[in-house]
């Protein structure tokens, strides 16, 4: 689409228009210092509109020269009546084809082609046309972020919160997904540990009666995440610990009793013993780590301590 190239005043710019924005970054200051040492080497995308113009792509570089108080500003002019679809896809190109997008511009393109499509196949044509991915799985996964909070956006850009766990969080009520969105934004771990403490936090909430948002803001573990004198790893094996005690009051009252029992046999440290998960049924696990004979014999001889203990092993 061919453009003009115009000098236009900021003030009529409508900036709260927001319809073709990708960028997530709002922050102008390396690109105030640039426009400002060396001028604006690529104009924002305008598209003319009831006396005024909106923004198709630029937000950022409007922003910054807003912030160096100029009064105009050249800019690339659409011609005036330009096709939504054809500003979704300059708008979507101009981001895409400069870095690589990250999940929440994804989304928000995703949402901006199918807005202006004639139904999921175009809008996937559209989008490998821009240089997305064009591939139903890849929509269905990042589309939803879209509708996600601002907390959840957030912990997903700053790699605190899994894309599969936000989806979990969006499900829960406003107040509870902003509690849990703040409490893994604010232990940062892996996935898996993400999904443990969710899942029990659920149940919990669950078998309570309480909400989420009540269950994370009770004292013992608000007291426990405010505890700045402990590394964060140690605030989150204790939370994983207080959250399981929680959750299974009685099972890990009986795995206490366990280890005691274990425990007072005084085993050589190279013989792990494992109970059956939960105590239901299953195997019991005996590991020994040896490196002679001597060593196996001492190991075996340990292990018939478990063997004849009352309450460890079933008759």
Do not use: W
């Not at 050249?74 to 896809?89: E, N």
């Not at 890849?138 to 909070?149: E, G």
Request: charged share 25%.
């Amino acid at each position: 689409m061919d453009f003009e190239h115009a000098t236009v005043s900021i003030h009529g710019i409508e900036t709260q228009d927001c319809t073709f924005q990708i960028t997530t970054n709002t922050d102008i200051e390396k690109l105030t210092g640039s426009i400002q040492n060396i001028g604006l080497i690529q104009p924002p995308v305008l598209l003319p509109r009831e006396g005024g113009h909106v923004v198709v792509s630029g937000f950022r570089r409007i922003a910054a020269c807003e912030a160096l108080d100029k009064k105009k500003i050249l800019a690339r002019i659409l011609p005036s009546g330009a096709p939504d679809r054809q500003c979704a896809q300059i708008a979507i190109s101009e981001n895409a084809h400069q870095r690589t997008l990250n999940i929440v511009e994804q989304a928000r393109s995703y949402a901006l082609v199918l807005r202006f499509s004639h139904g999921i196949d175009d809008g996937l044509q559209m989008a490998e046309a821009c240089g997305l991915p064009a591939s139903r799985a890849a929509l269905d996964r990042i589309l939803p972020v879209t509708k996600m909070t601002t907390c959840l956006q957030e912990g997903i850009l700053q790699e605190k919160i899994a894309l599969p766990v936000a989806a979990t969080i969006s499900q829960f009520h406003s107040d509870d997904a902003e509690a849990m969105c703040n409490l893994l934004r604010t232990i940062n771990t892996n996935l898996n540990i993400q999904r443990e403490i969710v899942d029990t936090i659920f149940d919990i909430s669950k078998r309570d009666g309480r909400s989420i948002s009540q269950v994370i803001h009770q004292d013992a573990v608000s007291s426990l995440l405010e505890n700045m004198k402990q590394p964060l790893p140690q605030r989150v094996r204790q939370l994983r610990k207080l959250l399981k005690r929680i959750r299974y009051p009685e099972l890990c009252n009986a795995e206490e009793r366990y280890g005691r029992e274990v425990t007072s046999l005084g085993l050589d440290p190279c013989i792990q013993f494992h109970h059956p998960p939960y105590f239901e049924g299953g195997a019991y696990r005996l590991t020994m780590t040896f490196s002679s004979r001597f060593q196996l014999k001492h190991l075996l001889s340990e292990s018939a301590k478990l063997a004849d203990h009352p309450v460890l092993l079933p008759k």
